[in-house]
């Protein structure tokens, strides 16, 4: 997913924003997403010693998890209008690309560093956006 050209370093809270494109490629990535922010949800509820402060700023909302749904089922609808014989085309294009991509909705990941072909430089680890 790319939010005008770029994907976003934190938590992926704009999902039902204008710049935000996606295709039937990410279909399962938006589901999965959808079920992290369900069971996020569940799961901050259940924090009985957080503060309610911490708990408001990290639960995940019903307009977000409307947004995905939303989204998902727009990307849907759009297959259903398909021929079985487009719909088998797109669904091989999908698995070609899905095999070669990465995707991360959530937080940032911290690549380890490669190995230093130059012992006299110290390598740190560099941060990875999502995508």
């Known amino acids: 997913m790319a939010a005008a050209g770029h ?3 934190v938590r992926f809270r704009c999902v039902g924003c204008g710049h935000v494109r996606t295709d039937v490629s990410y279909l399962p990535d ?8 369900l069971r996020n949800r569940e799961r901050l509820a259940t924090f009985a010693d957080a503060d309610s402060w911490a708990k408001s700023e990290e639960m995940p909302t019903d307009d977000d998890s409307n947004r995905v749904r939303r ?10 209008v398909l021929s079985d014989e487009d719909r ?18 959530g937080m940032p990941r911290i690549r380890q ?3 230093d072909l130059r012992p006299g430089r110290a390598a740190g680890p560099t941060l990875m ?3």
Request: net charge positive; proline share 4%.
């Open 30 to 37: 938006l589901e999965a997403y959808l079920a992290d922010l």
């Open 113 to 115: 560093p490669l190995a």
């Open 7 to 9: 994907d976003r370093p």
């Open 88 to 105: 088998s085309q797109i669904q091989e294009a999908i698995m070609v690309v899905r095999r070669t991509r990465t995707v991360s909705l």
């Open 129 to 131: 956006t999502n995508g």
């Open 71 to 80: 989204l998902a089922q727009r990307v849907r609808q759009g297959l259903e």
